[in-house]
Nanobody, 113 residues
Framework: VQLQASGGGLVQPGGSLRLSCAAS????????MGWYRQAPGKEREFVAS???????DYGDSVKGRFTISRDIRKKIMYLQMNNLNAEDTAVYYC????????WGQGTLVTVSS
């Protein structure tokens, strides 16, 4: 199953953005799906994940601001990002974890005034 992330762009501090991750096949092949990000000069870090059963988990830096969800019928995972700040600037990647580990190509989010 291939993943394709989209929805990145330029947003002002305090603004919102919604990322999407479309799966080419059934999302049921993944035990967990998630979002990761990599800022310039930094290691890739965990942002959020959701289990096959729908249980979410968040990194400390995004708790209370980001919400992960998925539409199994449409085969799309979302990341709603609110109250964005400059530290959220990064390339965001979606990932599917199961028998096969699959990564999307990344979408750039820039938070700047």
């Amino acid at each position: 199953v291939q993943l394709q992330a989209s929805g990145g762009g330029l947003v002002q501090p305090g603004g919102s953005l919604r990322l999407s991750c479309a799966a080419s096949g059934s999302m049921g092949s993944f035990k967990r799906m998630g979002w990761y990000r990599q800022a310039p000069g930094k290691e890739r870090e965990f942002v959020a994940s959701i289990t096959a059963g729908g249980a979410p988990d968040y990194g400390d830096s995004v708790k209370g601001r980001f919400t992960i969800s998925r539409d199994i019928r449409k085969k799309i995972m979302y990341l709603q990002m609110n109250n964005l700040n400059a530290e959220d600037t990064a390339v965001y990647y979606c990932r599917g974890m199961g028998a096969i580990d699959s990564w999307g190509q990344g979408t750039l989010v820039t938070v700047s005034s």
